[in-house]
């Protein structure tokens, strides 16, 4: 009886031993995986970042073209009505010339 509750404790201990080296093993995975987790989640809070910025550029991108579309419109407006203004120019200009030959050949 005393050889065998000697082979049991022998086992027993072999079996704690087992067991510790298995709960270092469990401990280390956990840190791996507990880093791989942080890791995780500082990727997850970068590309959430990353989502906001590309949201706010297309906003901005958004309200840029529509700016240039705005100042392309008054850019032609203001141009068709520079090339009105300059055609009756010329056209008062050639009045005020004729006019004034006339008044010289009629004098």
């Not at 419109?73 to 005020?96: E, G």
Request: net charge positive; charged share 35%; hydrophobic share 35%.
């Amino acid at each position: 009886a005393a050889k065998l509750l000697d082979y049991s404790r022998s086992e027993m201990l072999k079996l704690q031993k087992e067991n510790d080296e298995y709960r270092v093993e469990v401990r280390k995975i956990a840190r791996k995986n507990a880093k791989f987790s942080d890791l995780h989640q500082s990727f997850e809070a970068a590309l959430t970042i990353s989502d906001r910025r590309v949201e706010q550029l297309e906003k901005s991108n958004c309200a840029l073209v529509s700016e240039t579309m705005k100042s392309s419109r008054k850019y032609a407006k203001a141009k068709k009505q520079l090339k009105a203004h300059t055609k009756q120019h010329h056209l008062d200009i050639k009045l005020v010339q004729s006019n004034f030959v006339r008044e010289i050949e009629e004098q």
